[in-house]
């Protein structure tokens, strides 16, 4: 069976450039190992159990605490809400059965054909698939794309097993409310997952191998957002190497003693979550014997993604940059246009991030720290959601948004935000500076009112220290 392009993985990275190549006329087939041949599931980590399924417990919860803790204030009287745990999990199953059918549904729209199993590059040109039962096909294309995303990280000397200590894997199919969480990892992830447990019942500490929360946001809303967090009753332990996980059949216990060396200490704990980190998924590819170049586990690329082996492209989390969902789906539409002939790019300046948390932290370009590292003058305008409208009348005035601009030509270097619907406001920065906006262009855009926007359009306002209302 021959085709124009192969895609081995069918996570956000894949799916999307096969849809985009078949859009371009291509004729082309996708190899998905995760299910089965009668029911492919197809999303990759981010739909099945990752992006998604955290996004529906996320919301869940927060639902859950507004109710016991928020609605007095609102004049809403209601008795103290019980938690409905395998209700709550249903919810979280079907809302990735939804967008993991509708991956599968598109795929057939586009007539794009669906191979299950594990994807092996003979060479190029050619893929192995190897299905449960063992039997072997193999598949010929004129190109072909790694798209196999990442999976759990954990570190050395500590078993995950899925029940007492768990991955984010684990975390999201706990079938009832630890008393006691201890998170290892202060990153996305382990705050994220630390936030949905907290809200339902659990105490939450986090153990950090670094100095600080959030490593690569900015340190200003970082530092910021562990206060927060500490208010809503985490407990962190930063500078902090972990030692070892002793796990029983009813909890663990976690040593860990501070980096800078010192008296060690334990911690007890009826789950433990290991979030410290993601590596790219390249086994079982055949990537070394079939000749591409890989360094440091991920596969190395050029500027259009393409690898040193001529007609195998690669995308996503096993190539570098951050691993996240829309940057793989822009890397796979680019190289899919590519491969049409057409001038597919991504602008890696503008890729934003976002803790999906209450509140949320949101950030789009240069950090403080990684302008003064570069020793780019810039000014800043900040605004406190405290002196917004629309924050006071909905509660939500924790936070803040920060531009930081050019000193010299006033274009938007970086935007960042802390606070409630930050991963939605976000976004005007990020069109902004696709075009190399200047943060007098936003300050001079009519916002409407009254919105949590208008803290945006005020924090450009205050670049040029022309802040209206504060």
Request: proline share 3%; with cysteine.
């Amino acid at each position: 069976m021959s085709y124009d392009l192969i895609v081995i993985g069918t996570g956000p990275g894949g799916y999307v450039c096969a849809i985009r190549a078949a859009q371009l006329g291509m004729k082309v087939a996708v190899i998905e190992k995760r299910g089965s041949a009668g029911k492919q599931l197809h999303g990759g980590t981010c739909l099945n159990v990752g992006c998604i399924p955290s996004k529906a417990l996320l919301h869940a919860s927060e639902m859950f605490d507004e109710a016991g803790h928020g609605f007095a204030a609102l004049g809403i009287e209601v008795s103290a809400p019980k938690l409905n745990i395998a209700a709550m999990m249903k919810h979280k199953q079907d809302t990735v059965d939804a967008n993991v059918n509708g991956v599968a549904f598109l795929l057939k729209k586009n007539k794009i054909e669906a191979f299950h199993g594990l994807g092996t590059i003979l060479s190029a040109g050619k893929v192995q698939v190897t299905a449960e039962d063992g039997g072997k096909q193999v598949l010929e294309a004129k190109n072909i794309v790694i798209a196999t995303g990442s999976e759990v990280s954990s570190l050395p000397g500590v078993t995950i097993d899925e029940k007492i200590v768990v991955s984010s894997t684990g975390a999201l199919e706990l079938a009832g409310v630890p008393k006691k969480l201890v998170v290892i990892g202060a990153g996305v992830i382990g705050l994220e997952l630390g936030s949905v447990w907290r809200r339902l019942g659990a105490e939450v500490t986090v153990v950090e191998y670094l100095d600080r929360i959030l490593p690569g946001m900015d340190g200003e809303v970082a530092k910021n957002f562990q206060r927060m967090l500490g208010k809503q009753g985490f407990t962190f332990h930063l500078s902090s190497k972990v030692t070892g996980v002793k796990a029983g059949k009813t909890g663990a216990s976690v040593s860990f003693e501070p980096v800078a060396g010192g008296e060690a200490q334990s911690l007890d704990a009826d789950i433990v979550l290991v979030a410290t980190g993601r590596r790219p998924n390249t086994d079982g590819l055949g990537l070394e014997a079939a000749g591409v170049a890989m360094e440091r586990g991920k596969v190395v690329i050029d500027d259009h993604f393409a690898t040193n082996v001529k007609g195998i492209y690669a995308i996503g989390d096993v190539v570098r940059g951050p691993m996240l969902a829309h940057k793989a789906e822009d890397e796979g539409i680019a190289v899919a246009e590519i491969l049409a002939g057409q001038r597919g790019h991504v602008n890696y300046d503008v890729i934003p991030g976002v803790v999906y948390t209450h509140p949320e932290v949101a950030s789009v370009g240069k950090t403080e720290e990684e302008l003064k590292a570069a020793g780019i003058e810039y000014n800043i305008g900040k605004f406190p959601f405290t002196a917004n409208g629309r924050a006071r009348a909905n509660r939500a005035t924790d936070g803040f948004v920060k531009v930081l601009a050019d000193k010299a030509t006033d274009r938007v270097l970086g935007v960042h935000i802390l606070g409630v619907g930050a991963g939605e406001m976000i976004h005007e920065a990020a069109v902004l500076m696709e075009f190399s906006g200047s943060a007098e262009d936003l300050a001079r855009t009519c916002h409407a009112h009254p919105t949590m926007s208008e803290a945006v359009k005020e924090a450009a306002l205050g670049v040029a220290k022309r802040a209206i209302h504060v």
